[in-house]
């Protein structure tokens, strides 16, 4: 029979030992009934198993259990549930792990990945420089005049700030065609290419137009709140034929990870998940912001999303919030060159104008 | 200038003081940049206001921030990042209340609600009965078995487990005809109508079809999973034209609700956010059970799914799990006739099989 595992932390409490607590997950995310009402044939084809037990300390145990492929039917939502749907609602149960390589028949990982990214930009031997275009309020002439400046000061990744959609003051296609049409006049100007991934968050019919439209005005990747539209929308995204490369943005996802006996592992979630949906750029709140995550955590991050044990093509990490324009070395020394360091309300705040601190910026990811 | 407001539970600590915290808030969802560099226009017609504050205990507040409607772009996408997006990723943020009055021209709230599912189904003095088919691994042919014995027993509404999809064993399309044909036979003999929900959980676009297919194949209403699909396309359902009621399920959404710190308050989530969305049903982990909510919590959901405050339909608040079904009476009385009753696992162990198990939930539920 096929199997995968997931591997999770798992807190006994007074209520229930840490077989209990085992037996409720291998039934919770499968039969959802009592052992004693089932066939043996339920049993021993759809039933969890435990196969790994290690205990961490007094209450804290990991734990994998092994899962039946044939319960996911080949279907994305269906493996989200399988992995963390009613049990999100029981405490002390934390997701760690999941064996990828059992699941190469489901997930597709990026389209691109740092390598495909590194080909096509023909930048090989230093981080990115990502920024964002904000904040909302401003026209879409407005957001084109700050995507000038940081093309001019040579950022290689421009987005939209997550928040930008489709309203009034700057709508979707006008905000695409002047973001577009200027960062390309800069690009013929000066030689460099800078890329624009405009946000695409919408229901998820809306995603896909928008995937197409801002294909056909020629972006050069899209920007999406994985959390908001649907997670399973990620990978189908992935999954399409225009080569836009995807960057996902954490935007809705904080309560899966910040409770360290619940959710997901930031590593997990940021690193390791969206990678297999597609995400061939995962934004994560980097130490030192005004965001929760700690270096140790950030490090896990990285290394999950470029970890050649996963079966997929990499990610590239993008530490976002809480890097300013002067500790940009610092932060390539800390995370290595293959990272996407995005940088936003710092440069806007910079005394010499966004050109400068873009350039800033750039100058200190070369060094 | 048109707004909407928003009220959190905010909680101080010792980086930040409550002014600090509500000035983040302000920011931190709308433009994402220091209060500093920001235009004059922009911090008027864009950044949010507090409006109100009240202090709770010590180091906890209730605040209410009033928004700019034009922030929305009257998109349900981009309504959620605002409501919770980057602010998900810092610690003592929790949404209590969301003012709806504002928001009729974005959300549309269930098309049936309780009144008119009691109208459809001329049941109008008592709560609802409603079980689930599963395990996982049944074939069409014994889910069939099992809605028989169900609808035998006069349950009202028989819905697929949510993690039926479509998996080989019990593809989608025969799962639904088989189903379909065995409770109509019932309904034909016993002269009282039995309604089936099958799950359609899925990514999004495959949602919609399985919706269509489900319409088309006679099904009586749709069960989903919004956190999985993805919250938007609950709304996108709603608002079809085919006359499917949607009951939605809580997999995959405990981690917004679970620490009180943070996230959505179990009533807001369930018995708000939903039935904004179009949730006809709100299915949610009742106290008692193998789950974590406690009575007041449940009373609160029951309260905000049913309030004539919302300038919505009502929506069946559907506690499920930890139901057993000698205690129907007893939840009865203490949730009042309109509740849905979801007993699943009690019944699949009652010592007289499932028809006997289904009646005395029927016959308590007149009582």
Known sequence: MATFTVTYLLISHDEMDIDEKIEQVC?????????????????????????????????????????????????????????????SLQPGIRIIQVDWLSLTDLFGGPKFGIEGIRNQYEIHRRPLSATALKPLGSSPEKLADLAQQFASGGIDIIKDDHGLTDQKYAPFEDRLKSCINRIDRVSQATGQKTYYFPNITAEAHEVEERYQRAAALGADGVLVCPHIMGLPTLHRLACRSEKLPVMAHPAFSGSLTMNENQGFTPAFLYGQLWRALGADFVIYPNAGGRFSYNLPTCRAINNAARSLEVPFKSSWPTPAGGISVEKVSRWRNEYGIDTCLLIGGSMYGHPEGLTAAAQEFSNQLEA
């Open 27 to 87: 039934l919770e995310q499968s039969a959802e009934l009592p052992r004693s009402v089932l066939a043996r044939e339920i049993i021993d084809g759809v039933v969890g198993r435990p196969v790994n037990r290690e205990q961490l300390a007094h209450d804290r145990y990991e734990v994998t259990i092994e899962w039946p492929l044939a319960n996911i039917g080949n279907d994305i939502a269906q493996f989200l549930n399988l992995l963390y749907g009613n049990i």
